[in-house]
């Protein structure tokens, strides 16, 4: 069955950088677009961006635009998200989802905690 | 960016109710670009239904989703008890960006 497994997540101060990695298995990861979602305390969902297969593009919500990286490696599948300059409004847990615009696999999520 | 707009924020129903959620987008979406998800408390979201009246794998009969162009609904025919939660609707219709309404939190009337 279809797993993913997020980590690395933490407390970190304002301004500081944090890695998201997310190891899937139990379908062909290289088939897939992936994506990142994130869900502040209490909060909807918010959409941070997505890879596609191969990662020949990528693309980021406007919140996240410049400072943060999604990339991913087929060879060990597995999904990254490098947060950088990361402001407390970028607290929330954030989810690996796999994606086909359709966001149909979630992971439990990792929360990111960005607090001095 | 398309604005997806969700009402109620609350929605009190009793068991075996139906319940009805409404999703407006601020640009005309295609129906086959519209899908909904369920998401508990301390749990993460789970597909319903997509293309705007595709129930997802293993999606009970009594969730159903209808609309076209900005006006869309999901309907609950009969409440259960696990039916309780908070419900999203998504546009991916506008590629590449993507968005999320801000969700109806169903709850017991």
């Known amino acids: 069955q279809v797993q993913l497994v997020e980590s690395g997540g933490g407390l970190v101060k304002p301004g500081g950088s944090l890695r998201l990695s997310c190891a899937a298995s139990?379908?062909?990861?290289?088939?897939?677009?992936m994506s990142w979602v994130r869900q502040a305390p209490g909060k909807g969902l918010e959409w941070v961006g997505y890879i596609r297969s191969g990662g020949s593009a990528i693309y980021y919500a406007d919140s996240v635009e410049g400072r943060f990286t999604i990339s991913r490696d087929d060879a060990k599948n597995s999904l990254y998200l490098q947060m950088n300059s990361l402001r407390a409004e970028d607290s929330a847990v954030y989810y690996c989802?796999?994606?086909?615009?359709?966001?149909?696999?979630w992971g439990q999520g990792t929360l990111v905690t960005v607090s001095s | 960016e398309i604005v997806m707009t969700q009402s109620p924020a609350t929605l009190s129903v009793s068991p075996g109710e139906r319940a009805t959620l409404s999703c407006t987008a601020s640009q005309s979406v295609s129906s086959n670009y519209l899908a909904w998800y369920q998401q508990k408390p301390g749990q993460a979201p789970r597909l319903l239904i997509y293309s705007t009246s595709t129930r997802a794998t293993g999606i009970p009969a009594r969730f159903s989703g209808s609309g076209s162009g900005t006006e869309f609904t999901l309907t609950i025919s009969s409440l259960q008890s696990e039916d309780f939660a908070v419900y999203y609707c998504?546009?991916?219709?506008?590629?590449?960006?993507?968005?999320f309404g801000g969700g109806t939190k169903v709850e017991i009337k």
């Open positions: 139990g379908f062909t990861f290289s088939d897939y677009y």
């Open positions: 998504q546009q991916y219709n506008h590629w590449p960006k993507l968005s």
């Open positions: 989802v796999t994606f086909r615009g359709i966001m149909e696999y």
